[in-house]
C-alpha cells in the first residue's frame, strides 16, 4: 500500500493551494497586483503552497500513484524556478546582483517577443500569471481534478480499517 503520509500531506497541500488561491484571487480583485500591496504576500503563500504540494506528489509518483494526474499537473504547475527568484529577490537586486533568468511570455499569435523575470505578475485574458508562467486559474482547476480521485484512496484506506472519521472532508475551496 501506498504511503498514507505521502497521500494526506499531498491532500493537505493540494486544499492548501485552493485555499490560497482563493485569497490570492479575491486580493486581485480588492488591491491590484501591485507590488507593494498584501497581494504580494499571498502570491508569495501561494507559491509556498504550490511548492509543498508539488514535493509532496513527486513521491507519489515514485509510487506509481495517479500517474496520468500528476504528470499533469507537473507540466502545468511549474513552479520551482518562480519560488525561488520570490524567496531569494534579495539576492537579485543591487551592485552584485545575480542575473534572473527571463521566461519567454510571448503570445504564440503575435510577432511581438515579451521575455520577463519572475518578479513581476501579468494579467491576460483575466487570467494571472505570477513570474509571467504560473497560472492561478489553472492551477486550481489541476489541483481540483488531482484532488478528487487521490481523496478517494484515502478514503478507501480508512473504510478498509473501519476508521472512516479519519477521512479527509470532500471540502476544496476554489473558484
Not at 44 to 53: D, E, G, M, T
Not at 73 to 93: A, G, N, T
Request: glycine residues 4%; hydrophobic residues 35%.
Amino acid at each position: 500500500m501506498e504511503s498514507l503520509v505521502d497521500i494526506e500531506q499531498s491532500l493537505y497541500w493540494l486544499q492548501s493551494i485552493c485555499y490560497q488561491g482563493k485569497r490570492l484571487l479575491d486580493s486581485y480583485q480588492i488591491n491590484g497586483y501591485l507590488t507593494h500591496t498584501i497581494t504580494r504576500m499571498e502570491e508569495h503563500f501561494f507559491l509556498v503552497a504550490c511548492q509543498k504540494a508539488t514535493r509532496w506528489i513527486n513521491k507519489l509518483q515514485a509510487q506509481n500513484i495517479l500517474s496520468e494526474e500528476i504528470r499533469i499537473f507537473k507540466e502545468k504547475v511549474s513552479v520551482k524556478l518562480v519560488r525561488d527568484k520570490r524567496e531569494h529577490d534579495d539576492e537579485y537586486q543591487g551592485t552584485n546582483a545575480k542575473d534572473e533568468k527571463l521566461s519567454d511570455v510571448s503570445n504564440p499569435n503575435s510577432e511581438l517577443t515579451i521575455k520577463v523575470g519572475q518578479s513581476i505578475t501579468m494579467k491576460r485574458n483575466s487570467r494571472y500569471y505570477i513570474g509571467g508562467t504560473l497560472d492561478v486559474h489553472t492551477t486550481m482547476e489541476i489541483v481540483n481534478q488531482l484532488f478528487k480521485p487521490l481523496k478517494e484512496i484515502q478514503h478507501a484506506y480508512w473504510e478498509k480499517r473501519g476508521a472512516p472519521h479519519f477521512k479527509i472532508p470532500d471540502v476544496l475551496i476554489s473558484k
